[in-house]
């Protein structure tokens, strides 16, 4: 129910919570979801939606909120229904913080699904498909925000004299 989706998002100060489908989740079909079958969410098409305070707050002020609404009946689908494909948006944590905002930018999303692609581990063992957890446009921007400000020191330093920055990678001559 979305009540319950909004009460876990304020207990847990998230503004987004992804939502799966069960049965999907749920591979061996013994009613109990594994650790196993939560790596394997990305791939099996488990992940169906986003449910966002802006979900809700739309859904609020369109009436569409009673005590026994459920959240597919407001969340951000991953799934046109017209085609019947995904369009699941997301970010690999191997991205640039830049390249995630550009993603989030252009699907106008303040929150997106982090998830890890296929591809071979530190250990050297397989990683297959799996949710890692949301990131929003604030820690974006904070991490950005941090990044100039760094860069704005270096350059400082530089300009005032300060050349322990310069040498990085400079070739002392012949």
């Not at 739309?58 to 799934?79: C, Q, W």
């Not at 494909?85 to 390249?99: E, F, N």
């Not at 890692?132 to 530089?158: D, N, P, W």
Request: charge should be negative; charged fraction near 20%; aromatic fraction near 4%.
């Amino acid at each position: 129910l979305v009540s319950d989706a909004v009460k876990q998002m304020a207990a847990t100060d998230l503004g987004a919570l992804i939502c799966m489908d069960v049965t999907s989740l749920d591979a061996d079909r013994s009613g109990i979801i594994t650790d196993e079958e939560l790596v394997l969410s990305a791939q099996n098409g488990a992940i169906v939606g986003i449910i966002t305070e802006r979900d809700f707050l739309n859904a609020v002020a369109n009436g569409k909120i009673d005590a026994n609404t459920r959240v597919d009946s407001i969340m951000t689908s991953f799934l046109d229904s017209t085609y019947n494909v995904s369009r699941l948006v997301y970010v690999s944590p191997d991205m640039s913080v830049l390249a995630a905002m550009e993603t989030m930018t252009q699907n106008r999303l303040r929150q997106v699904p982090v998830i890890s692609s296929q591809g071979i581990g530190q250990d050297n063992l397989p990683i297959c498909p799996r949710v890692l957890g949301v990131v929003s446009i604030g820690e974006v921007l904070k991490t950005l925000l941090a990044e100039t400000r760094l860069e704005v020191e270096h350059l400082e330093s530089f300009i005032l004299g300060n050349h322990e920055y310069s040498n990085v990678g400079a070739v002392s001559p012949a």
